[in-house]
C-alpha cells in the first residue's frame, strides 16, 4: 500500500479535489491540516513556497492541478480513453475555474460587482 501524505490548510479550497478523488477511490492517506501560523516556517521549505503538497511513496508532489491529475491517473479515475481522459481534465478545470472565480469573489471590494 502506497504512503500518501496531503498538506494543505484546514479549509475547502486548492487541495479539495485532491480529497475529493482520494476519497472516492477509496484510499487510506494523512490529511495534514496546517494552520496559518505553522504555514510561516513550512514555507520556505517548499518548492514553491506554496501548497498543497502530496507526499506519494517519498515523492513530493506540488501545484493543486497537477496533483489531482497524478491521483486521477493512478486510481483509474482519469478515463480509459483519451476521450475520458479530456472529460476527467475537463471536470478538473471547471473546478479549478469555480475556486479562481471564488477567489475574485472575495478579492474584490466593489459591492456591486460582488452582488
Known amino acids: 500500500m502506497s ?3 496531503l498538506t494543505y490548510f484546514d479549509v475547502k479550497a486548492r487541495a479539495e479535489t485532491a480529497r475529493l478523488i482520494l476519497a472516492h477511490a477509496g484510499v487510506r492517506y494523512t490529511d495534514q491540516r496546517i494552520t496559518f501560523e505553522q504555514f510561516g ?3 520556505p521549505k ?3 513556497g506554496q501548497l498543497p503538497t502530496l507526499k506519494y511513496d517519498g515523492e513530493l508532489l506540488c501545484q493543486s492541478m ?3 491529475r497524478f491521483l486521477a491517473n493512478e486510481f483509474g479515475l482519469a478515463g480509459k480513453n483519451n476521450a475520458e481522459s ?7 478545470d471547471a ?3 469555480m475556486f479562481n472565480g471564488r477567489v475574485a469573489l472575495r478579492k474584490e471590494t466593489d459591492e456591486e460587482k460582488k452582488s
Not at 479530456?86 to 478538473?92: G, H, P, R
Request: glycine content about 0%; proline content about 5%; hydrophobic content about 50%.
Open 3 to 5: 504512503e500518501i501524505k
Open 95 to 97: 473546478v479549478n475555474d
Open 66 to 68: 497537477a496533483i489531482a
Open 41 to 43: 516556517s513550512v514555507k
Open 46 to 48: 517548499l518548492p514553491y
Open 86 to 92: 479530456a472529460q476527467a481534465d475537463e471536470i478538473v
